[in-house]
């Protein structure tokens, strides 16, 4: 099994489309029906709907957080969104977690770009886009407060594995990231520093769990007029259609 669509409802396809493709270098995968874009077909694929009214509110305690794309070369990726004229952070590396920066896309959606490597370890990038050659559509960012209901949701009912825990407990919260692999780990321990350079290099998307510790907060679904993140789409073989699963359902802890 593998997450093979990122599904958002957007306001103007074709703006959107835009975005993604001149600036992050996705391709379009389909001539008819919904609008598919991405890096490699066989991978994860942004798919966007049409339906939304108005923006992405895109507040800190949104349910839904962002997309996350993994880059050989952060320093080249950024270097290429400021020549197209786009706002991005600058690149910092974030604990021993990973070296990143964050922009949004034209409705209002969090993207973060994420080297493969720590800071001061990028890899060679080949000719054409600058991001569209080195990067994968990696991880699909979601917001929980109680982790033992998520992990129903994730582990019982949708029988991914945890991959790997990273505690930021200091700063309020804690990140868990749930995939269908079976690969082996490079250290057992799950939250082993080890792991996570090897994880950002994985060809597959992976859901990742921002846990809220603190107490008291209350998470926000996206309105019905609004842009927003709609569901995953994943197959349990290649033989198999394409199952989607709501945010709605994804939340219903």
């Known amino acids: 099994m593998k ?26 995968f389909a001539s008819d029906g919904p609008v598919l874009l991405g890096y490699d077909p066989a991978q994860c694929l942004l798919e966007l709907a049409s339906g ?15 997309i996350g794309i ?20 600058d690149p910092v590396q974030f604990r021993d977690i990973g070296y990143l920066c964050h922009l949004r896309d034209p409705d209002g959606f969090a993207v973060e770009l994420l080297q493969q490597g720590f800071e001061g370890r990028a890899k060679p990038v080949a000719m054409g886009h600058p991001i569209g ?17 998520a992990r129903r949701v994730f582990e019982d009912r949708l029988g991914m594995r945890l991959m790997s825990v990273q505690l930021v407990q200091d700063l ?16 057992t321990n799950l939250q082993a520093v080890e792991n996570r350079e090897w994880l950002w290099t994985r060809p597959y998307a992976l859901v990742e769990l921002q846990h809220l510790e603190q107490s008291g907060i ?36």
């Open 52 to 66: 939304a009214a108005t923006a992405c509110r895109s507040e800190q305690q949104d349910f839904y957080w962002k």
């Open 172 to 187: 309020g919260f804690s990140l868990y990231f749930y995939g269908w692999s079976d690969e082996d780990l490079p250290h």
């Open 70 to 89: 993994t880059v050989r070369n952060l320093d080249v990726a950024v270097a290429h969104v400021r020549q197209q004229g786009w706002s991005v952070s």
């Open 3 to 28: 997450i093979l669509r990122h599904r958002l409802t957007v306001t103007d396809r074709s703006r959107l489309l835009d975005f993604y493709s001149r600036v992050l270098g996705m391709r379009s």
């Open 218 to 253: 209350s998470l926000r679904m996206a309105e019905q007029d609004e842009a927003r993140f709609s569901g995953i789409g994943y197959e349990e073989n290649p033989d198999d259609v394409i199952r989607y699963v709501s945010e709605q359902s994804l939340a219903a802890w």
């Open 133 to 149: 050659v080195q990067a994968t559509l990696a991880h699909l960012t979601l917001r929980i407060t109680d982790l033992d209901a």
